[in-house]
C-alpha cells in the first residue's frame, strides 16, 4: 500500500537498465518491426556505438553484384574475379523527450513504478517510431522526385472505377519491381481501404490455430499480400475541379449559366448574347472533393532498424527540483532507420530548424535521399488509389 505519492526520487530507476528495458519494450509493439519488414544490422550496430562524440553520419558498404565470364574449362589457369563495395551514408537518428513527475505520478499507482513508465514510454515511442517510417517512405516515394519514383503506381487522378484500388491496379504495382516483385510480401492499408476491398471480396479470411499456445488468429491476405491494418496509412483529400463542356445550344436557355473560356480558366458571362453561343461552355460536373489513399506493398528486411549508443551519449537520466518539489525523467534515444538500397545524401545544411539531426520532416524530403542499388532489389513500392462505395 503506498501512503503517499510516487515519485521518480521514490524509484530507485537506475538509467542503463531502464534504457534497455525501454528499447525492448518499443521493439516488441512496433507493428513495422512485428511485420519483418525491419530487421537489425550487426554492421550497423558496431558503427553507431563506435560513432565518435558528435558524429552525425556513418558509411555503410554496399556490395555489387559479380560480374564477368565464366571460363570453358580447358588447359589455360583459370582466371580470378573479385568483387566490389560501394558506401551509403546513413544518418543518426536522435530523439529525446523529458517527462515531469506531476503525469507520472498520475498514472503511477501500482507496485511496479518501473514498469509502468516504460509500459508508457514504450507504447508512445512505438507511435513516434512508426511515424519515421511513414516519413522516410513519403520522402523516397514522392511520385515527382523521390529516389524511389519509379516504384509508385498512382491511379487517384483517373477518373470513375479506373482511379479505385482494384486486382488490375495491384498487378500494376508489382510489375514496378520487374521480375523481382517476389520480394513484395506484405501490404500495408488503411482501414477505410481494407473495408472496401471487403465489399468486393477481395480479401482471403483464414482461420489459423498457433500450435504452441492454441490460440486462435485468422490471417488475412490480398492477392497473396499478408494484409495489416493501420489508419496511420496517408489519406490525403483532393479537390477535383468543375468539368465544363462546350454548350449545343442553339438558343439562350433562361437561368442557365454560360461560361467563357482562357486557357484552363472558366469564367461565367453575367449577360450572354445569343451570337456568341458558339463559343460558350456549360458546366457538366460541379467541383467535389475525393481522399486518395497510399497503400504500401514491402518486403521482408526492407529496413534496417537497429539501436545504438555513440560515445558520450547518455540515455536515460533523472532529476529532482528540490524547491519546487519537481522530478523528471530524461529519456534519449539513438537509432538508424534506414531502407535498404538507398543513401542519405544531405549534409545536414537543409535540415529544419538547423537541428544537427535531422526531423521527421527532413527525412520526407526526397532531396535528401538517392537511390545506390538496382532499384529492383529495393521491396518497396506504392499505390495512390481511391475507393468506392
Not at 558496431?46 to 588447359?75: C, M, T
Not at 536522435?94 to 501500482?110: I, N, P
Not at 520522402?139 to 498512382?154: E, R, Y
Not at 449577360?271 to 460536373?285: F, L, R, W
Amino acid at each position: 500500500m503506498l501512503n503517499s505519492i510516487t515519485t521518480i526520487a521514490n524509484m530507485q530507476v537506475v538509467p542503463e537498465k531502464f534504457t534497455e528495458y525501454v528499447v525492448e519494450r518499443t521493439t516488441k509493439l512496433n507493428k513495422f518491426i512485428n511485420s519483418g519488414i525491419a530487421s537489425g544490422d550487426p554492421i550497423v550496430e558496431k558503427l553507431i556505438n563506435g560513432a565518435p562524440e558528435g558524429g552525425r553520419f556513418i558509411e555503410i558498404p554496399i556490395y555489387n553484384p559479380l560480374e564477368g565470364e565464366e571460363d570453358v574449362f580447358g588447359e589455360a589457369d583459370v582466371s580470378i574475379g573479385n568483387i566490389t563495395t560501394k558506401q551509403a551514408r546513413v544518418t543518426l537518428l536522435m530523439r529525446q523527450k523529458a517527462w515531469g513527475s506531476t503525469d507520472l505520478a498520475h498514472v503511477l499507482g501500482g507496485d511496479d513504478p518501473l514498469g509502468a513508465i516504460a509500459q508508457q514510454i514504450a507504447d508512445w515511442r512505438n507511435t513516434r517510431e512508426q511515424k519515421i517510417y511513414l516519413s522516410i517512405l513519403k520522402g523516397i516515394l514522392d511520385s515527382a522526385n523521390g529516389a524511389l519514383k519509379g516504384h509508385v503506381k498512382d491511379i487517384s487522378d483517373l477518373t470513375g472505377s479506373s482511379a479505385l484500388i482494384s486486382r488490375n491496379a495491384t498487378l500494376d504495382t508489382k510489375q514496378l519491381l520487374g521480375d523481382h516483385a517476389g520480394a513484395l510480401g506484405l501490404v500495408f492499408m488503411h482501414s477505410a481501404t481494407e473495408t472496401y476491398l471487403q465489399k468486393q471480396e477481395l480479401i482471403l479470411r483464414q482461420p489459423w490455430v498457433n500450435p504452441v499456445n492454441g490460440e486462435s488468429m485468422e490471417i488475412k491476405t490480398f492477392f497473396g499480400y499478408s494484409v495489416i491494418v493501420d489508419d496511420d496509412m496517408p489519406v490525403e483529400k483532393v479537390v477535383i475541379p468543375a468539368q465544363y463542356a462546350k454548350t449545343s445550344d442553339e438558343a439562350l436557355v433562361e437561368g442557365k449559366d454560360y461560361y467563357t473560356k482562357s486557357g484552363d480558366t472558366y469564367t461565367k458571362v453575367t449577360n450572354p448574347d445569343v451570337s456568341d453561343i458558339g463559343d460558350y461552355y456549360e458546366m457538366t460536373a460541379e467541383a467535389s472533393e475525393k481522399d486518395k489513399y497510399t497503400t504500401y506493398f514491402l518486403g521482408s528486411n526492407a529496413f534496417i532498424r537497429q539501436d545504438g549508443s555513440p560515445e558520450g551519449f547518455v540515455g536515460t537520466e533523472t532529476d529532482r527540483d528540490k524547491i519546487g518539489a519537481k522530478n523528471y525523467l530524461i529519456n534519449r534515444w539513438c537509432q538508424v532507420i534506414h531502407p535498404r538500397g538507398l543513401a542519405w545524401v544531405s549534409d545536414g545544411s537543409n535540415y529544419a530548424d538547423n537541428n544537427p539531426y535531422p526531423s521527421n520532416a527532413d527525412l520526407a524530403n526526397p532531396a535528401n535521399w538517392s537511390l545506390v542499388a538496382d532499384h529492383k532489389t529495393v521491396a518497396i513500392a506504392a499505390l495512390v488509389h481511391t475507393i468506392g462505395d
